[in-house]
């Protein structure tokens, strides 16, 4: 709250200046700008014509009228003297008989003064007026201030992407009858959502929102058709009454076929820079290829379950905390029946990665790979495989390194069980043969990377 109202958000002033500048420039003949697009917080006035020297400042204050009057009066004689400055009070101005003497070029007005020249003024001006506010009625004031000035732009501007370290990226784009706004993921943590206005009076107020995989699913599924019925949220299209009926999260709207296009085509542009977001967190982490509908939680790999209870055994006997031997790279996960995850450290207090599991009904385990964490990083900083480990690094490193060290052991369990008759005179099992048979239950769910 405190940001936004220090960059004007919730300033009620900031909201009407533009319209109120419009107004001045029907009436009066003038060519008022907003000083404050120019430069925010522009000092002493808001509003200006400096050709022909007329000047505004807008404000909704309510207390300390007189004072306000003398101060600024003050502060405008100083800087631009010989200029003509207009107080509008956008409630109601001080009894005359309260406010402080001014000079000539300085006045003091408010909403009644306005509707009274507004009445006076030829048909013409009356119409321009009740046009400008009927347009100021069909707009949908997103949350930052806009230029009301500008008729529709606020529903027509190019694809936007703005990005702060550390936060969502902002989406918008206009494209005359509807935009849109999008939190675009940054980080594997972040959830998309995005929200869709309308320019229609009617549908001005509605304002459907997706958020999630559940969301982006429903926006992106077939999109290669445009509008067409195959989309997930069109619902149908009656071309002999130019209607279109779509379903966006729990809104349904009817809306002509051009206006749905301009949706179709913004959905299509969302695409792209939701995808490019995605693909941007998954090449940093090294997920690439690999199913990633859950950023945090993604499958690698199906392991018999008998090879996923020697990875949990492995783990739990080999801790980060017994010191610095070459497998001692686990924190102990003592958990003797569901025997659910394997976690990797070298310092016992951030993660390399974790590894949990999932039973599925054949025997199997599915395997997910999970992020690590260092508390003195940011969640997509550190995946170089020293303080934190990629997906790829990760199976590669299980493919070639610990699994076959675990057929090694299960290979000299196997020798040191034998009988003494099948030493005498059975031959064992070549090693090969026993490994291509511990690891058959082993199936990466991407591509294992070269060395």
């Not at 005179?425 to 990377?449: H, I, K, N, Q, S």
Request: net charge neutral; with cysteine.
């Amino acid at each position: 709250m405190a940001q936004c109202n220090a960059r004007g958000f919730l300033d009620l002033a900031r909201y009407c200046e533009d319209i109120v500048a419009q107004i001045f420039n029907i009436l009066y003949g003038i060519s008022l700008v907003n000083l404050n697009h120019r430069k925010s917080r522009f000092p002493v006035v808001d509003l200006g014509d400096p050709a022909q020297g007329v000047y505004l400042q807008v404000t909704t204050l309510q207390s300390h009228q007189c004072r306000k009057i003398a101060t600024t009066a003050a502060r405008f004689s100083q800087r631009y003297a010989g200029n003509r400055l207009i107080l509008f009070f956008v409630f109601t101005k001080p009894s005359p008989q309260s406010i402080p003497a001014l000079a000539e070029d300085i006045s003091v007005l408010d909403s009644a003064d306005l509707i009274q020249k507004i009445r006076a003024a030829d048909p013409a001006g009356q119409e321009a007026i009740l046009a400008l506010l009927r347009r100021v009625e069909d707009a949908a004031l997103p949350n930052s201030p806009i230029n009301l000035l500008a008729g529709d732009e606020e529903f027509n501007f190019p694809a936007t992407c703005l990005s702060c370290p550390g936060q969502p990226s902002f989406f918008a784009y206009g494209l005359g009858r509807v935009r849109v706004d999008a939190y675009l993921p940054t980080s594997y943590h972040d959830t998309f959502s995005c929200c869709f206005t309308f320019l229609k009076k009617e549908l001005s107020s509605v304002n459907p929102s997706l958020s999630g995989r559940d969301g982006a699913k429903i926006l992106f599924t077939n999109r290669n058709l445009g509008l067409s019925p195959n989309r997930l949220f069109v619902g149908f299209i009656h071309q002999e009454k130019d209607l279109a009926r779509i379903h966006l999260g729990s809104a349904t709207i009817h809306i002509d076929p051009h206006t749905a296009t301009q949706l179709c085509q913004l959905i299509d542009a969302l695409y792209d820079a939701y995808t490019d977001h995605i693909e941007k967190i998954l090449s940093i982490m090294g997920c690439a290829g690999f199913d990633t509908d859950n950023l945090d939680r993604i499958p690698v790999l199906y392991l018999a379950k008998g090879i996923w209870q020697d990875m949990f055994h492995f783990a739990n006997e080999h801790s980060v905390y017994d010191g610095q031997a070459q497998w001692n790279c686990f924190i102990p996960y003592h958990d003797p029946v569901w025997q659910g995850r394997i976690q990797f450290s070298d310092t016992g207090r951030s993660l390399l990665c974790s590894l949990s599991k999932e039973d599925r009904p054949n025997g199997e385990v599915v395997v997910f790979w999970e992020p690590g964490y260092d508390l003195c990083l940011p969640d997509m900083c550190g995946f170089d495989n020293q303080l934190k480990w990629r997906l790829d690094y990760t199976l590669q490193w299980i493919v070639e390194q610990w699994l076959p060290l675990l057929a090694k052991q299960r290979y000299a369990m196997a020798l040191r069980s034998r009988g003494r008759l099948h030493r005498l005179f059975c031959r064992p099992m070549p090693y090969e043969d026993f490994a291509r048979f511990y690891l058959r239950g082993m199936t990466p769910l991407g591509r294992v990377p070269d060395r």
